[in-house]
């Protein structure tokens, strides 16, 4: 019978925090589920022990007393889960989890390795869902990664809340789009739609949004023109 306790972490137990950061990553290393980190140990210390506690939430798992998992979770974001390899099987991972789930009940999102198929399968099978998927350009290891989402106890508005986010992004765009539309007008050979242009721009943009595909995009694309061409009249 094993003894499993959460607490959260004080600043004198952030040697811990880092000794189960280092030994969990590396054995996700080592199994190749994730990519090899670009900071050595030294480096990874300092970062730890810089923490500020009051702005983000540490907790701390021990198993017999032993140190063995932590969570680290911000306002909006899971920003580490991690349980050392030698303590894998006794619900570390869950306990954690349920522990943010129950101090974030409007939701969270996460990042997780494309790599880190057991990290995947271990949040898809605790109710959370796949957002977006990078070819890793945006994160240090330079790996594909995926964002995942908790949608907390009220997932409509959860949801809402990041399409209003992407919708400010998306606006922008449709903004500056619309502005070059117009702007090339006047230096086309000949004046009108060229539907050859409209599709190789709906393939290009099919290789960003697989999930919509070419004919779908193509249509969205024509919406777009049309009624950019039409904002020129206004
Ligand atoms: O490239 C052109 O010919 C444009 O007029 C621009 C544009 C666009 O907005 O991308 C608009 C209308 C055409 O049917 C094709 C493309």
Not at 30 to 48: E, F, K
Not at 59 to 85: I, N, Q, S
Not at 99 to 115: D, I, N, T
Request: with cysteine; aromatic share 6%.
């Amino acid at each position: 019978m094993t003894d499993l306790q959460l607490r959260p972490a004080g600043v004198e137990d952030l040697e811990a925090v880092l000794a189960v950061n280092l030994a969990s990553r590396a054995g996700a290393e080592r199994s190749g589920a994730m990519p090899p980190g670009i900071h050595d140990d030294l480096d990874v210390r300092r970062w730890v022990l810089s923490w500020d506690l009051s702005q983000q939430d540490v907790w701390l798992a021990e198993l017999d007393g032993r140190p063995v998992g932590y969570a680290r979770a911000t306002a909006t974001w899971l920003d580490d889960l991690y349980v050392v390899p030698d303590a894998a099987g006794h619900g570390v991972g869950g306990a954690l989890l349920d522990l943010v789930k129950g101090l974030r009940p409007a939701g969270f999102c996460l990042w997780v390795f494309e790599s880190n198929t057991p990290a995947r399968a271990f949040y898809e099978h605790r109710g959370l869902v796949a957002l977006e998927r990078t070819d890793g350009e945006g994160n240090e290891e330079k790996s594909p990664d995926i964002k995942m989402a908790w949608p907390g106890e009220e997932p409509l508005s959860f949801f809402r809340g990041l399409i209003d986010e992407v919708d400010e992004q998306l606006g922008d765009l449709l903004a500056r789009r619309a502005a070059l539309t117009r702007a090339v007008q006047p230096h086309k050979p000949e004046p009108g739609r060229d539907p050859a242009r409209e599709r190789a721009i709906a393939e290009a943009l099919a290789l960003r949004a697989p999930a919509l595909g070419p004919d779908r995009l193509a249509r969205i694309v024509s919406t777009i023109i049309t009624e950019s061409l039409d904002s020129a009249r206004d």
